[in-house]
């Protein structure tokens, strides 16, 4: 479809290409010539225009990081590609050439005008992340299923679609079907839809569309609470209490356990299970209640020590802005002093003392931060020793409770072991009442192999209880670990920061007093 001629080479997006498109768009003149001598940065650029040039493939795009508006039309393009880079693209023109499937836009979330028009698509898909759809251009192609339109209920903000030219739009109810399933349209193929049009089509179309919406609500229904089942989890797992709020660990415990599921089906042991698992599952609860409970007391130490900080930077800033002020007001009157000062040595003598002014300001700043850095020292460090204590006290009554259920898993296997050497004389003395399966009853051969299959099965568990118990500690002495050593690299990098602010400042007051002098000397 693409309107080229054959004849003509493709042609690669390479930098050369990309330089010269830059140049004939930017500032002509004086600005032009400047900025063709100085170079213009990629990165700079917010509209890029890439027509007619035979370009077969998006490529090297990727320097373009603010551009907002980009023009490939009327090429060969076959494939949208290369624009992962391009996050803050409004404008996107990709018609006339010859690109098959939508792809390749997930990262455009602030696109809010797509020309896709006389290409070769049939679907229209991939678009989800472009949640500021307003203009959609999607004529002279191959759209033909009227559920490409139901597709286009998602884009809240869609006014203008243009689906012209394609098999769809030869559909005899096709306007009607639009204009009932896209209420929010404003313009369809290029023409503003008359609203009583809109109520025409909304009431011809009820019934399919109360249907529609029915649906649309029960899946709007299900991914709230998905999503809000999944903010709890990870709720959890930053408590790292996940999955303890039930019986998921004692589920595990037996999801491998062969032996274990079989010795399930000999008498008494079905009860036996059974009040294990009730008392397995109410500690599970302790320690998930518990983990919630030292969660909150972790975020309330943590977000006082947040303020404490945010408090103390501030007052600090606020001094050194009362002591640049002064500093600025007292400069002006200097200023004007050195340049009404007749005198050369009056005006030596008032520079020196505005350069002695300068130290001093920079004396008062750089103690400032001294103060603030060892104020903030004490802090974090005070922070370190209560984050520490509640994870340690944490970890301790975690270790108590898991403890807790490797004595009830002892204490089932105990009683199971019991049940089997029972049910094994039995067996062998032919006094077995009920009927137990092959697999079941070839484990009671022997005294060692049923001691064999109940102590596998021990093994499982009690693995698993301290696999979950493993993990949870390790975790929970990462994340401390990883927060006391961020707020350290976080007051290091904020002290750099502020001590070369400092710095430039006083610089720069001093290269002004350097020009003063400079300037004495010359007049």
């Given at each position: 479809?693409?309107?080229?001629?054959?004849?003509?080479?493709?042609?690669?997006?390479?930098?050369?290409?990309?330089?010269?498109?830059?140049?004939?768009?930017?500032?002509?003149?004086?600005?032009?010539?400047?900025?063709?001598?100085?170079?213009?940065?990629?990165?700079?650029?917010?509209?890029?225009?890439?027509?007619f040039q035979n370009i077969l493939r998006i490529d090297n795009l990727w320097q373009f990081e603010n551009?907002?508006?980009?023009?490939?039309?009327?090429?060969?393009?076959?494939?949208?590609?290369?624009?992962?880079?391009?996050?803050?693209?409004?404008?996107?023109?990709?018609?006339?050439?010859?690109?098959?499937?939508?792809?390749?836009?997930?990262?455009?979330?602030?696109?809010?005008?797509?020309?896709?028009?006389?290409?070769?698509?049939?679907?229209?898909?991939?678009?989800?992340?472009?949640?500021?759809?307003?203009?959609?251009?999607?004529?002279?192609?191959?759209?033909?299923?009227?559920?490409?339109?139901?597709?286009?209920?998602?884009?809240?903000?869609?006014?203008?679609?243009?689906?012209?030219?394609?098999?769809?739009?030869?559909?005899?109810?096709?306007k009607m079907s639009v204009w009932a399933y896209l209420p929010d349209l404003v313009y369809l193929d290029?023409?503003?839809?008359?609203?009583?049009?809109?109520?025409?089509?909304?009431?011809?179309?009820?019934?399919?569309?109360?249907?529609?919406?029915?649906?649309?609500?029960?899946?709007?229904?299900?991914?709230?609470?998905?999503?809000?089942?999944?903010?709890?989890?990870?709720?959890?797992?930053?408590?790292?209490?996940?999955?303890?709020?039930?019986?998921?660990?004692?589920?595990?415990?037996?999801?491998?356990?062969?032996?274990?599921?079989?010795?399930?089906?000999?008498?008494?042991?079905?009860?036996?299970?059974?009040?294990?698992?009730?008392?397995?599952?109410?500690?599970?609860?302790?320690?998930?209640?518990?983990?919630?409970?030292?969660?909150?007391?972790?975020?309330?130490?943590?977000?006082?020590?947040?303020?404490?900080?945010?408090?103390?930077?501030?007052?600090?800033?606020?001094?050194?802005?009362?002591?640049?002020?002064?500093?600025?007001?007292?400069?002006?009157?200097?200023?004007?002093?050195?340049?009404?000062?007749?005198?050369?040595?009056?005006?030596?003598?008032?520079?020196?003392?505005?350069?002695?002014?300068?130290?001093?300001?920079?004396?008062?700043?750089?103690?400032?931060?001294?103060?603030?850095?060892?104020?903030?020292?004490?802090?974090?460090?005070?922070?370190?020793?209560?984050?520490?204590?509640?994870?340690?006290?944490?970890?301790?009554?975690?270790?108590?409770?898991?403890?807790?259920?490797?004595?009830?898993?002892?204490?089932?296997?105990?009683?199971?072991?019991?049940?089997?050497?029972?049910?094994?004389?039995?067996?062998?003395?032919?006094?077995?009442?009920?009927?137990?399966?092959?697999?079941?009853?070839?484990?009671?051969?022997?005294?060692?192999?049923?001691?064999?299959?109940?102590?596998?099965?021990?093994?499982?568990?009690?693995l698993k209880i301290d696999n979950r118990e493993d993990e949870l500690l390790t975790r929970v002495n990462?994340?401390?670990?990883?927060?006391?050593?961020?707020?350290?690299?976080?007051?290091?990098?904020?002290?750099?920061?502020?001590?070369?602010?400092?710095?430039?400042?006083?610089?720069?007051?001093?290269?002004?007093?350097?020009?003063?002098?400079?300037?004495?000397?010359?007049?």
């Open positions: 479809m693409n309107r080229l001629g054959s004849s003509l080479e493709p042609r690669v997006m390479d930098d050369d290409m990309l330089k010269l498109a830059v140049q004939e768009q930017g500032p002509q003149e004086e600005a032009g010539q400047l900025a063709k001598q100085e170079g213009i940065l990629f990165k700079d650029v917010l509209s890029l225009q890439l027509d551009l907002r508006k980009l023009q490939l039309d009327n090429n060969i393009i076959e494939r949208i590609e290369g624009l992962e880079n391009l996050t803050h693209l409004v404008w996107l023109d990709l018609s006339f050439n010859n690109i098959e499937a939508i792809e390749g836009l997930d990262a455009l979330v602030n696109l809010e005008d797509l020309s896709l028009f006389n290409n070769r698509i049939s679907k229209i898909d991939s678009l989800d992340a472009l949640a500021k759809l307003q203009v959609l251009s999607l004529g002279n192609n191959q759209i033909s299923n009227a559920m490409n339109i139901i597709y286009l209920r998602r884009f809240k903000d869609l006014r203008a679609l243009s689906l012209s030219g394609n098999p769809i739009a030869e559909a005899e109810d096709y290029s023409r503003r839809i008359d609203d009583h049009m809109k109520e025409l089509a909304a009431l011809k179309h009820q019934y399919s569309l109360d249907e529609l919406k029915h649906r649309e609500n029960q899946l709007q229904a299900q991914l709230e609470n998905e999503q809000d089942l999944q903010k709890e989890l990870e709720e959890h797992r930053a408590a790292f209490v996940e999955h303890l709020n039930g019986s998921f660990l004692f589920d595990s415990m037996y999801a491998e356990d062969v032996e274990g599921n079989k010795l399930a089906c000999l008498p008494s042991v079905a009860e036996l299970l059974e009040a294990y698992k009730d008392k397995f599952v109410i500690i599970c609860l302790n320690i998930f209640e518990y983990g919630l409970k030292q969660q909150e007391k972790r975020k309330v130490e943590l977000d006082t020590f947040s303020a404490c900080v945010h408090e103390a930077v501030r007052e600090n800033q606020e001094q050194g802005k009362h002591r640049v002020a002064m500093f600025e007001e007292k400069y002006l009157v200097s200023l004007s002093a050195i340049q009404d000062e007749a005198d050369i040595t009056g005006t030596e003598t008032k520079i020196v003392e505005y350069g002695e002014d300068i130290t001093e300001l920079y004396n008062v700043l750089m103690t400032l931060e001294m103060q603030l850095v060892e104020q903030l020292e004490e802090t974090i460090n005070m922070f370190e020793r209560n984050i520490i204590d509640l994870v340690g006290l944490f970890i301790e009554n975690v270790q108590s409770l898991m403890a807790q259920c490797r004595d009830l898993e002892t204490h089932h296997h105990e009683k199971l072991l019991e049940i089997c050497i029972n049910t094994l004389e039995k067996v062998l003395k032919g006094e077995l009442d009920a009927d137990l399966p092959e697999d079941v009853r070839a484990l009671f051969v022997d005294k060692d192999t049923i001691v064999n299959a109940v102590g596998t099965s021990h093994d499982i568990h009690l990462s994340w401390c670990t990883q927060l006391v050593d961020k707020i350290h690299k976080d007051e290091i990098s904020r002290n750099r920061k502020r001590v070369r602010e400092i710095n430039q400042y006083i610089d720069h007051m001093q290269s002004e007093l350097d020009n003063l002098e400079y300037t004495d000397v010359i007049d």
